[in-house]
């Protein structure tokens, strides 16, 4: 006797065999869907940057060598973003002492 699977998404019961579900579209297996593709990631790298990395490493779709450039590009990300934060901050903060200091 088989079990009955169902779609975690809209319930419905789909067969052992199925990718996608027949009434959803949405994908059945975990790191398939459209956030775990090439053009997924690249779009989540530019609007929240570096925390994008969970995604590429649970892709199963791309393989070990996209997975270890997208890794390279979002720590680089990461770290430019972090620099000039900090520039940004001190940048602010003489200015404030400039103008206190100049009043």
């Known amino acids: 006797?088989?079990?009955?699977?169902?779609?975690?998404?809209?319930?419905?019961?789909?067969?052992?065999?199925?990718?996608?579900?027949?009434?959803?579209?949405?994908?059945?297996?975990?790191?398939?869907?459209?956030?775990?593709?090439?053009?997924?990631?690249?779009?989540?790298?530019?609007?929240?940057?570096?925390?994008?990395?969970?995604c590429v490493w649970m892709s199963k779709v791309i393989g070990p060598i996209a997975k270890w450039i997208y890794s390279l590009f979002l720590l680089l990300m990461g770290y430019y973003l972090v620099v000039m934060c900090y520039r940004l901050f001190t940048l602010v903060q003489t200015s404030m002492s400039l103008l206190t200091n100049g009043l």
Not at 8 to 34: I, M, P
């Open 1 to 54: 006797m088989s079990e009955i699977l169902t779609c975690s998404h809209c319930h419905a019961t789909v067969e052992q065999t199925d990718n996608y579900c027949r009434v959803c579209g949405k994908s059945l297996k975990q790191g398939y869907s459209f956030w775990f593709t090439h053009t997924g990631i690249i779009l989540m790298a530019l609007v929240v940057g570096p925390f994008a990395l969970p």
